[in-house]
């Protein structure tokens, strides 16, 4: 009896997280459209290869910084509080020699890159991991326990400003140096907030010993390898492309991957980001897991799949209203990259498991494989261009992600191909429907403008793909809903 009670609480409160965290993922899909319309229209395309080289020379960097242990403090449920002062004083410590080390490295990433406006602003940037620090522990305090109201409302606020700040900034015609700063205040803004409501519930002690935090730092070694790894497979392109290419071309296929990056980095971060501490306290019971990710995969399907190929069909007038008329090239980037979003999409949920089961070991090296293999596939599609990169993102992540991730799933909670597929098919059959729709709609209709051809197109294929599902798939299309509306 008090098991049922137990589970029926930690559902409670997993629907709560669920529907703040469904809110702030609304607010921020709203505040990155109007803030990328507008920055496109305002500043030039090498701006955007600019800042992406930044940004994939500071994800590696919040990487090391973190040093892994964000996890595995969700995943120790018992963490004393001297081991939590001494992580905490880590992740400062750490966060501050990153800093250091990024200001005296930026001149030379400029050097290799070829572009002297780099070193400033990775300079710049590099704030963050001196500001970032004093509120990511409690950021995963609050995200273990479930409380994900005040994050919501924490990280929505932070948004709006940065997002103005970037906007006017923009407009007095700062160039890059609008999307540095935004980053900065927003990263700002996000930690103070965050420690202002930590520090009043848990006060950390001014102490710090290594050995308090081996066992968080051995589990934290995998996933910083996996991490580094898997941050090398999404990114390397991008490093190939601006020391290659230079930051033009960048910006376009920057731009492109923005597209196909932003559905399963919100729709999956909204689903995993409370399953992970839900599968983390039923972490030994493989029946419950079972069901649980089933639910989870369902959900992140019935989402994303529509989506990605709504974003093949209508790839032209959606580049149109976001960006503009100027960037015709990433029209084809994206209907190329579409794939690689989705791929990853129903694949990275299988992460949530073994980080729960504390299996971040084989999350490394499943990805150390997976990049490998992407290392030669955009060293040989280098040779054509934008276009052969972007294909062979496509060869690597569909020939090596399902088969691993399949091979995962069987480890973890053994299950096999049918059964995964089967979660998918009536999902991809009603959204290639609508797709086909889209298509022809968009062929032979001479359409007054892009905004209206997605005005009445994206409603109609809405339609069409839950028409179907009703049809054809009712019971699942309920059990959606449900999990959905929880």
């Known amino acids: 009896m008090t098991h049922d009670v137990d589970m029926k609480h930690l559902r409670k409160r997993a629907t709560s997280g669920a529907r703040w965290t469904a809110t702030a993922t609304g607010a921020r899909i709203l505040l ?9 229209r305002l500043l030039r395309v090498e701006d955007f290869g600019l800042m992406a080289i930044a940004n994939v020379v500071l994800a590696f960097a919040i990487t090391f910084s973190d040093a892994g ?17 001494s992580l905490f004083w880590l992740n400062v410590l750490g966060g501050a020699a990153i800093f250091v080390g990024m200001w005296f490295a930026a001149p030379w990433v400029a050097q290799f890159y070829k572009q002297p406006t780099l070193a400033p ?9 001196v500001v970032g620090p004093f509120g990511q522990q409690f950021h995963v305090l609050l995200e273990r326990d479930l409380r994900f109201r005040r994050l919501a409302l924490i990280e929505t606020v932070s948004m709006v400003i940065s997002s103005a700040l970037g906007i006017m900034l923009a407009l007095r015609g700062f160039g890059v140096w609008s999307l540095v700063w935004s980053s900065v205040l927003g990263s700002a803004l996000r930690s103070l907030a965050l420690a202002a409501v930590g520090w009043r519930q848990w006060r950390p002690m001014f102490r710090f010993h290594p050995r308090e935090c081996r066992r968080f730092l051995h589990f934290g070694a995998y996933q910083m390898g996996e991490r580094t790894v898997n941050l090398a497979g999404q990114h390397l392109d ?31 971060s909204l689903f995993t980001r409370v399953a992970f501490p839900v599968f983390s306290k039923v972490q030994h019971d493989k ?7 089933l639910e989870l995969i369902e959900g992140v399907a019935a ?7 709504a974003m093949f069909a209508l790839a032209e007038p959606m580049v149109g209203v976001q960006l503009g008329p100027r960037y015709e090239t990433t029209v084809s980037l994206l209907q190329i990259l579409w794939i690689v979003g989705l791929s990853f999409a129903l694949t990275s949920p299988a992460g949530t498991l073994l980080l729960a089961c504390g299996r971040a070991d084989i999350g490394f090296y499943v990805n150390l494989v997976r990049t490998a293999l992407i290392i030669v596939g955009v060293w040989v599609g280098s040779q054509w261009g934008l276009t052969g990169i972007a294909w062979s993102l496509v060869a690597v992540v569909v020939a ?43 062929r032979w209709i001479p359409w007054p403008s892009d905004l209206i051809e997605l005005g009445v197109m994206l ?24 999990l959905v509306r929880s």
């Open 400 to 442: 090596v992600m399902f088969p691993i991730q399949a091979y995962v799933r069987w480890v973890v909670v053994g299950m096999g191909w049918g059964e995964f597929i089967s979660r998918l098919l009536p999902f991809m059959a009603s959204a290639s429907v609508a797709s086909a729709v889209c298509m022809a709609s968009h």
């Open 459 to 482: 409603p109609l294929a809405a339609g069409i793909y839950l028409g179907l599902l009703w049809w054809k798939s009712r019971a699942r299309l309920q059990r959606i809903v449900r």
């Open 303 to 309: 989402l994303t799949i529509p989506l990605y190929l």
């Open 121 to 129: 602003v990775l300079r710049a940037a590099s704030v963050i991991f």
């Open 287 to 293: 029946v419950r897991l079972r069901k649980g990710y």
């Open 32 to 40: 990155q459209f109007v803030q990328l319309a507008i920055l496109a």
């Open 238 to 268: 991008k490093l190939v492309i601006g020391f290659v290419l230079g930051p033009g071309p960048l910006g376009y296929y920057e731009l492109a991957y923005r597209f196909i990056s932003r559905p399963y980095q919100i729709i999956n």
């Open 69 to 85: 242990v964000s996890n595995a403090i969700i995943h120790y449920r018992d963490a004393k509080r001297e081991e939590l002062s």
